[in-house]
């Protein structure tokens, strides 16, 4: 059975950083691109980045380039977005997504990690 | 960015009823629109991807339609486990994104 589990989230204060974690089973890590998505509270769902199975190539919606890092590590199967200079707008829940290499489209998803950035 | 336009916002629906929800994109995706059903609790589920295929699993009650800029999910004889939301996306470009979403509730 595929599973996604995210941890690491939590409160933060605005311009601190947060690091979360996915921890996948189930399926080859190594062979299915990955991405985060978020759901602001009350709000729709909103891509945030995308890797590469080798993670040579990487995506940024615009609003969190510069400031994000999606990464990870094909040993451990676990899937990384490291949040730096957050901000109250980042407040939301990140999701954990496995990409399918045939069409791209997002197949799994985990259950979440809720992250709150206020002071 | 392709903006995604879902409609309605809120769906009232009875069991057994059937019911359509649409989706416009601000230009042609070719069929690159997944359909994602969220429920409380659960992980979002895939349903329907490349505009019309059932996801491995999606009970065939549920149909997808439309290429280019218009795409339609249809539910035909509700059960009690399709109340949920359900959100559109496109993935023929960067940034994905997603329609606001479609709640549809039991009358």
């Known amino acids: 059975e595929v599973q996604l589990v995210e941890s690491g989230g939590g409160l933060v204060q605005p311009g601190r950083s947060m690091k979360l974690s996915c921890a996948a089973s189930?399926?080859?890590?190594?062979?299915?691109?990955m991405a985060w998505v978020r759901q602001a509270p009350t709000k729709g769902l909103e891509w945030v980045a995308t890797i590469s199975t080798s993670g040579g190539s990487t995506y940024y919606r615009d609003s969190v380039k510069g400031r994000f890092t999606i990464s990870r590590d094909n040993a451990k199967s676990t899937l990384y977005l490291q949040m730096n200079s957050l901000r109250s707008e980042d407040t939301a829940t990140y999701y954990c997504?496995?990409?399918?290499?045939?069409?791209?489209?997002?197949?799994?998803w985990g259950q979440g990690a809720s992250v709150t950035v206020s002071s | 960015d392709v903006q995604m336009t879902q409609s309605p916002s809120y769906l009232a629906a009875s069991p057994g009823e059937s019911v359509s929800i649409s989706c416009k994109a601000s230009k042609s995706i070719s069929n690159n629109l997944a359909w994602y059903q969220e429920k409380p609790g659960k992980a979002n589920k895939l349903l329907i991807h490349?505009?019309?295929t059932l996801q491995s699993g999606t009970p065939s009650r549920f149909s997808g339609s439309g290429s280019g800029t218009d795409f339609t999910l249809t539910i035909r004889s509700l059960e009690s486990e399709d109340f949920a939301v359900y959100y559109c996306q496109q993935y023929n470009e960067y940034p994905w994104t997603f329609g606001g979403g479609t709640k549809l509730e039991l009358k």
């Open positions: 997504t496995r990409i399918l290499r045939v069409n791209y489209v997002m197949d799994a």
């Open positions: 490349s505009g019309s």
């Open positions: 189930g399926f080859t890590f190594s062979s299915f691109p």
